[in-house]
């Protein structure tokens, strides 16, 4: 019962067979299969730690069979029939395993865990890697960049974080991922400063809910910036609204102590998450970034065009910097500077590139 919800239902059938009934699962079969199998990851792990019966030591080999019945109408009897067949392949597999009745349910969980083994392996091989986005201001001056992970996958070629940051958090893989992250940008930040084109450069770093609740978040933020010789009044750390929702009081108590050797914090994708106004004026915040879904409408869209000059009007009355994200055109541009929006991100001013490319076009 530790390793489910409330909300799901965990029994004895008999003898040493137990039924665990998941509810709520996403509607995609794939993502109620990769759900279902991180459960049942969950639950052999627990299962197989050892007993301790008065003074000898046991273990438990448990195998689990998984089956789907969403919108099926097979009988109760069938459900536990497929469990139990998927079950004893399980066992057949060697036990302590997991496999599920449909063949293609277990090809999407086994190429779950095949990318959740490449992401370990990359991080130990250092596969990932930084690319840079410009931001400006509105003369088009560059005032700093964002750093955006890649993984350069050696048969796939260079991944977008899409396709892996959601697996690295959903497994705590991005805890060791963010930290190289972290001391990548924290590198590159330390050389920039040694440049009289980019020595006033800020670096902006991604972090993860995850990373953000990790007892250890403050010091190895501190220690990447003492490692590196970085200036810490350089570097900005992103995150989301849904992130600082949880344990508010917390969030504020880690930013503030960053905020205090000088780090700057932005709220990213700003507008896309339910913000409550009336805690968003207590968090020290120095910058709001506008989603990029408000600005690719912007000029078509009034709705689009309300919110961001909305957020605009907010961040100017809570003090606040703002950015706007994705702006792709000439006209996005001129809309956002009439509406007071001073800084700007997009393919308009350069795409993410590596450090030595950016400097390239600089030049250029
Ligand atoms: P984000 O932080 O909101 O980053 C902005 C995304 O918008 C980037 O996608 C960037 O390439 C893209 N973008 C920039 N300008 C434009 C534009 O003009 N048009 C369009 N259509 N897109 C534009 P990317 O690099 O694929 O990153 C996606 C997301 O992955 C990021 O969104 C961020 O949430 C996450 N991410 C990236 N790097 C890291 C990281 O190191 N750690 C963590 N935790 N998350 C990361
Ligand atoms: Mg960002
Ligand atoms: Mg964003």
Redesign the pocket.
């Known amino acids: 019962t530790a390793s489910v919800r409330a909300s799901d239902t965990v029994a004895r059938l008999g003898g040493d067979e137990f039924v665990l009934v998941l509810q709520g699962l996403q509607p995609g079969p794939a993502e109620a299969a990769v759900e279902a199998e991180l459960v049942a990851q969950k639950v052999l792990q627990e299962l197989s730690r050892p007993y301790t019966l008065e003074d000898a030591v046991l273990y438990s080999t448990p195998s689990i069979g998984i089956t789907l019945f969403r919108n099926q109408d097979q009988s109760v009897h069938e459900l536990l029939k497929r469990a139990d067949l998927a079950m004893y392949q399980a066992k057949a597999q060697g036990r302590n395993t997991l496999c599920f009745f449909d063949p293609a349910m277990q090809a999407a969980a086994s190429a779950r865990s095949a990318l959740e083994g490449d992401i370990r392996l990359g991080i130990e091989r250092n596969e990932f890697l930084l690319?840079y986005?410009p931001v400006v201001n509105a003369a088009g001056h560059r005032m700093g960049v964002?750093?955006?992970?890649r993984w350069n996958h050696p048969q796939r070629g260079m991944v977008?974080?899409?396709e892996f940051?959601p697996l690295a958090e959903q497994t705590g893989l991005?805890l060791p991922l963010?930290q190289q992250?972290l001391r990548m940008a924290c590198t590159q930040l330390a050389q920039w400063s040694q440049q009289p084109d980019t020595c006033d450069w800020t670096v902006a770093?991604?972090?993860?809910a995850q990373?953000f609740r990790h007892p250890d978040f403050v010091k190895r933020v501190l220690d990447a910036l003492r490692e590196s010789g970085a200036n810490a009044h350089q570097l900005k750390i992103?995150l989301t609204e849904s992130l600082l929702l949880q344990d508010v009081e917390d969030g504020i108590a880690r930013m503030r102590a960053l905020r205090e050797r000088g780090v700057g914090f932005s709220l990213?994708?700003f507008g896309t998450g339910y913000s409550s106004l009336s805690y968003l004026k207590r968090l020290p915040l120095d910058q709001l970034k506008i989603d990029?879904s408000f600005v690719r409408d912007v000029l078509t869209d009034p709705n689009d065009a309300a919110i961001a000059c909305t957020i605009v009007t907010l961040a100017q009355s809570l003090g606040l910097d703002v950015v706007a994200?994705?702006?792709?055109t000439e006209g996005q541009r001129e809309f956002l500077l009439r509406n007071g929006c001073h800084q700007f991100?997009?393919?308009?001013f350069g795409?993410?590139v590596p450090a030595d490319q950016l400097l390239t076009l600089l030049k250029s």
């Not at 964002?146 to 992970?149: D, G, N, Q, S």
């Not at 994200?325 to 792709?328: A, I, L, N, Q």
């Not at 991100?345 to 308009?348: E, P």
């Open positions: 690319h986005q964002e750093a955006l992970v977008s974080p899409s940051i991005i963010g992250v770093v991604n972090v993860s990373e992103e990213d994708d990029q994200e994705g702006v792709e991100q997009g393919y308009l795409r993410p």
